[in-house]
């Protein structure tokens, strides 16, 4: 008889690149309507994207999805998958500027790469990356 010698993973969180980037939230809805009226905004079918620079801090990220788009598992994939990308782009979080991204009808449709050009491609027009 053979004995196999099991052993427990050890996972560590610092592993996972998604758990290295740790992201700050905009919470307050009085922030988003503060960026949604004085920041720029430019849109793609699959997202939105408000951005508004600071004067310090670092970079906070604001995802939305309205009732529009569906019901609510519809909406928590549009939210997910706009995550992802957004994780995947590896944005520079010491810049001082707020993000808000708001999903599409299409979003919950799309994979997250095809999101993550689409936000590369608004931000660039934004002037995010020239900072």
């Known amino acids: ?5 099991i052993q427990r993973y050890n ?10 980037m740790k992201l700050k939230s905009i919470r307050r809805n009085t ?4 960026i949604y009226r004085k920041g720029i905004s430019c849109a793609k079918p699959g997202v939105v994207v408000y951005c508004m620079k600071k004067k310090r ?7 939305t999805s309205s009732k529009k788009i569906g ?18 782009l590896g944005l520079d979080m ?6 808000i991204f708001v999903s599409r009808t299409r979003t919950p449709k799309l994979k997250s790469y095809t999101v993550k050009n689409q936000i590369v491609e608004r931000l660039t027009e ?4 020239n900072d």
């Not at 010491?94 to 993000?99: E, G, N, R, T």
């Not at 934004?126 to 990356?129: E, K, P, S, T």
Request: proline fraction near 4%; glycine fraction near 6%; aromatic fraction near 12%.
């Open 31 to 34: 922030e988003f309507v503060r």
């Open 126 to 129: 934004l002037g995010y990356y």
């Open 57 to 63: 801090g670092d970079t906070r990220i604001g995802i």
């Open 11 to 20: 996972s560590d969180k610092t592993d996972n690149p998604v758990q290295k």
């Open 71 to 88: 019901n609510a598992v519809t909406r928590n994939r549009a939210r997910r998958v706009i995550r992802a990308a957004v994780y995947d």
């Open 1 to 5: 008889m053979v004995f196999l010698s």
């Open 94 to 99: 010491s810049k001082p500027w707020d993000l």
